[in-house]
């Protein structure tokens, strides 16, 4: 009975690097971080603005009319990799990371080959100086809130504020809304 209750609870509670690298990752959010993107889903949907919309507006840099002809995936975009706004309940030295494409093609394959080049250009010397390790994951097609492709990336290693400042300035030095 104990190691029923213990696994529930472990279950239940922060995502570990272990459990990211495995094969099934039980993707969840702590209940303040839940709250927080159904609160944000539900404003989207009271204004009107589908979460596609929203992502090209804020996560591209497009116009609200801009990404409205953009939200049926049929713009090129570069892709663009930014930090989670509603990141899932990760380890305190584990980041959540997204990497989005501008269009609805939902290859794993393709999703981890963009993911992987964008990492390595934009992180490429963070990560040989303080050993940072990543791990890609797709959620299946019950699991997305977006429509637009879209990668989770953890990145593991951030463990100080330093850190965790010199990935965002790297990620922000290139910048969104070019489009191709």
Same mark, same amino acid.
């Given at each position: 009975m104990l190691k029923v209750l213990f696994s529930v609870v472990t279950y239940s509670g922060v995502i570990t690097w272990e459990e990211i690298q495995s $094969? +099934?990752? $039980?993707?969840?959010?702590?209940?303040v971080q839940l709250m927080a993107y159904l609160s944000y889903l539900s404003r989207l949907k009271l204004s009107g603005i589908s979460p596609?919309?929203?992502?090209?507006?804020?996560?591209?840099?497009?116009?609200?009319?801009?990404?409205l002809e953009c939200s049926d995936g049929?713009?090129?975009l570069?892709?663009?990799?930014?930090?989670?706004? +509603?990141? +899932?309940w990760l380890e305190d030295d584990v980041v959540h990371l997204l990497l989005f494409m501008s269009g609805k093609d939902w290859q794993e394959k393709s999703l981890q080959e963009e993911s992987n080049g964008l990492l390595k250009k934009s992180l490429g010397e963070l990560v040989s100086r303080y050993s940072l390790e990543w791990r890609i994951y797709v959620n299946p097609p019950h699991k997305r809130s977006v429509g637009l492709a879209h990668a989770h990336i953890f990145l593991k290693g951030v463990n100080s504020e330093e850190i965790a400042h010199q990935v965002k300035r790297a990620l922000m030095s290139g910048k969104a809304g070019h489009e191709l």
């Open positions: $094969d +099934y990752i $039980d993707t969840r959010r702590s209940p596609e919309t929203a992502v090209l507006e804020n996560v591209f840099n497009l116009s609200n009319q801009r990404a049929h713009c090129v570069e892709s663009q990799l930014v930090f989670n706004r +509603y990141p +899932y």
